[in-house]
Structure formats: structure tokens, C-alpha cells
């Protein structure tokens, strides 16, 4: 087992609430092990760069309040190529670093996964808002993005009621409709559209038209940016077929704002519990594997059964939201 004396950490892909306090915990659990540590500015373009920092208790202080990532991310396709993840062991090398800690979702975590396999010591830390990482039922930012949502849901519902309107939502999640299935669940929506099960315009028409037969003063479709029918598709085909939905409808889509905001507590006592794992896997000398939350554990599950494997949305949740929808 190679010995580590010093490890790099770095946050990568999509920002996510959260990222902060997994960095402080990575950098004081290696601290408390001797171990020097290095941040690694943007992602993996910083590796490639070697815009490197050394990391010390105090330089981890007061960032866990913080949303984003003090470290920086970017997107960086040039990485899919091996003669640039080369280059970014040959810097990982020339600063002496021994083990490397990715903090990331889907694409960061595939990075990951083709440097473990170039024979660096890697270790990933489940952290994307979107929540379709597989080994990790829920991972560091989920829980700030959908209260996020929430918040705003809760706040159009009050002036949808005000003027008899429809509301489509539109929520981020990529091709994962986990985000949107529980703000709609949380947020009693009429409809929640998802990639997992699509839905025609006709029917979330139906669904609306069906709310406004009933009486009521509002009514909510959640939509998943993924769907195949996303709230600017169903906005155009509610408007080609004025009158089918009852309600006078409005479109809102939440985007990037979702990403933003104070880390909740629940996000940062994951961020702390996973980068504490993920210096605690690497102490067991384990590599290549991701540091993730099931069944309320901090678990290791290998990158190889990570990377490529799609993330199923509990079947259970879409009967309940489909009962609660009525
Ligand atoms: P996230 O990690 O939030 O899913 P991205 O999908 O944008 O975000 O991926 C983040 C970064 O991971 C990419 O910019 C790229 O540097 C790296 N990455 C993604 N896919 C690969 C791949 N197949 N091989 C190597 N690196 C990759």
C-alpha cells in the first residue's frame, strides 16, 4: 500500500451547495493525519494548469456557510483526452501528490474513473444538485436545490391563487427527473413531468383542465428540464391549444438560481461526513471508488460500478405523487 504523504483535492462539473464544507473536511481529516494538502484551482483545468494551493486548517475557515466552491470549477472537455489527463498526472507527480480526492457529479466522476484506471489513487465524492450519480442515493447539493425550488413553487403558488392561474415549472435535474419529482411531491403539484415517465401535453392539460373543474384557485405542473416535453414545449402547445387547460397558464423556469444559496444543514453535514469518508477511504487504502450516503451510512461503492450506470427514480415515489396529484 503506497504511503500518502500529501493529497490534492479539487471540485469539478456543476457547483453545488455543500462542495465547501466537503473541502474543509477533506483538508482537516488529512491535516489531522499529517498529511499535506493541495487544492487544485477549476477543476480538472487547474490539474491540467497546475494552478495548485496549499491548504491549511485556516484557509478552510468560514467557507462551510458559503454556497458554490471556493476551490472554483469549470468544464473542461479537453480532459476526455488522455494526453491531457498525461499532462495532469505529470504536474500531479512534479508536486509529489500521492492520492487526488474529486468532488463532483456525473462527468467529474468519470474523470475520475480514467485516472484510477491511468494508476493514479483517486477517491470521488458524490456532490451534484441534479442527483443522478449512482452510488450515492443522495448526494451533496440535492437538498439546498430543492428547498430552492420549493421556496419558489410555494411563492408562485400564492400569486397563481391570487388570479385563478396555472403555473409550469420548470426545475433542473438534466436527464434526471429526481429534483422535480420531490419538489413537485413537497410542493403539491397537479402534474409532475419527468423524463422517468413522460408525459403528452394532452394529458397535463387534462390534469390542469381537471384541477380547474374541481374549483380550484391555482394549479402547479412541475417539469423536469430533461422532459421530453419541457415547460417551453408545453408552453407553446398549451398556446396552439388555447382553452384545453382552463386556467389563464404562466411558465417560469427556475435554472441556475436553484444552484446558488446557503449550503442547508443537511447539505453541509453531508459535505462534512462524506470529505471526512473519503480521507478515511483512502486511509483504509482504498482507491478508485466513490464516497457516498445509503441507506443513512458513508459507503465506498467502486467508480467502475459507478460511472455509465443510470440512477433509477424509486418507482414507489411516482405512485405516490400520482395519488397525491388528484
Ligand atoms: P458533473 O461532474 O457535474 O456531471 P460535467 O458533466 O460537466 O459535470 O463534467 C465535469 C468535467 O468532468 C468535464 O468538464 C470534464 O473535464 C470531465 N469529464 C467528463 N466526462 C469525461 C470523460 N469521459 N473522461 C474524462 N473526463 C471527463
Known amino acids: 500500500m503506497r504511503v500518502i504523504k500529501r493529497i490534492a483535492v479539487l471540485t469539478s462539473g456543476g457547483d453545488a451547495p455543500g462542495m465547501n464544507s466537503a473541502i474543509r473536511a477533506v483538508t482537516r481529516c488529512a491535516l489531522a493525519q499529517e498529511w499535506d494538502v493541495l487544492g487544485v484551482r477549476r ?3 487547474g490539474l491540467v494548469e497546475d494552478e495548485v494551493e496549499p491548504l491549511t486548517g485556516r ?9 458554490g466552491t471556493v476551490l472554483g470549477s469549470a468544464r473542461c ?13 505529470r ?3 512534479q508536486n509529489r501528490i500521492d492520492a ?3 468532488i463532483g457529479g456525473n462527468g467529474s466522476q468519470t474523470g475520475a474513473l480514467a485516472l484510477a484506471e491511468m494508476g493514479l489513487p483517486v477517491v ?3 456532490s451534484t444538485i441534479d442527483n443522478d450519480l449512482a452510488g450515492s442515493e443522495v448526494t451533496i447539493g440535492v437538498d439546498t436545490a430543492l428547498n430552492i425550488a420549493l421556496e419558489a413553487i410555494d411563492r408562485l403558488k400564492t400569486t397563481a391563487s391570487s388570479h385563478q392561474r396555472a403555473f409550469l415549472v420548470e426545475v433542473m435535474g438534466r436527464k434526471c427527473g429526481y429534483l422535480a419529482l420531490m419538489a413537485g411531491l413537497a410542493g403539491g403539484a397537479e402534474i409532475v413531468v419527468i423524463p422517468e415517465r413522460e408525459t403528452s401535453p394532452a394529458e397535463v392539460a387534462r390534469q390542469l383542465r381537471a384541477a380547474y373543474e374541481r374549483g380550484k384557485r391555482h394549479a402547479l405542473a412541475v417539469v423536469a428540464e430533461g422532459a421530453l416535453y419541457d415547460a417551453a414545449k408545453l408552453d ?3 398556446r396552439e391549444h388555447a382553452g384545453q387547460v382552463g386556467f389563464d397558464t404562466r411558465t417560469t423556469t427556475l435554472g441556475h438560481v436553484q444552484r446558488g444559496g446557503t449550503p442547508t444543514a443537511f447539505d453541509r453535514l453531508l459535505g462534512a461526513r462524506l470529505g471526512a469518508g473519503a480521507v478515511a477511504a483512502l486511509t483504509r487504502g482504498e482507491q478508485g471508488v466513490l ?3 445509503n441507506e443513512g451510512k458513508v459507503t465506498t461503492t467502486p467508480l467502475t460500478e459507478v460511472v455509465g450506470v443510470p440512477k433509477i427514480v424509486d418507482p414507489e415515489l411516482f405512485r405516490l405523487a400520482s395519488v397525491l396529484e388528484k
Open 43 to 45: 477543476g480538472y483545468a
Open 59 to 67: 484557509s478552510v475557515s468560514n467557507i462551510m456557510q458559503c454556497g
Open 77 to 89: 472537455p479537453e480532459f476526455e483526452a488522455e494526453p491531457t489527463r498525461r499532462q495532469a498526472l
Open 91 to 93: 504536474n500531479l507527480q
Open 100 to 102: 487526488l480526492v474529486v
Open 124 to 126: 470521488g465524492v458524490a
Open 236 to 238: 407553446a402547445w398549451f
Open 291 to 293: 464516497v457516498g450516503l
